[in-house]
């Protein structure tokens, strides 16, 4: 979606677990669990809790270049 309307798909300069760091001072953080708001699919949002950190990490890495 991202490249469909011209917009950024990597950002540079930030370091990836000092966004991880910040997220749990968020306040969608419940009993140490980050709540992420996730698309199922365009327009069909979904609030999970039980994403890995492995998987953020991952996924932070591949954007934050």
Excluded: C, M
């Excluded at 300069?13 to 966004?19: L, M, R, T, W």
């Excluded at 980050?34 to 199922?40: A, C, F, I, P």
Aim: net charge positive; aromatic share 6%.
């Amino acid at each position: 979606i991202f490249a469909q309307y011209g917009l950024p798909q990597r950002l540079h300069g930030i370091d990836a677990e000092a966004v991880l760091a910040a997220t749990a001072l968020d306040k969608k953080v419940s009993g140490k669990r980050v709540r992420w708001v996730l698309l199922e699919a365009e327009g069909r949002p979904a609030v999970r809790d039980d994403v890995p950190d492995e998987v953020v990490r991952a996924v932070f890495r591949n954007l934050l270049t």
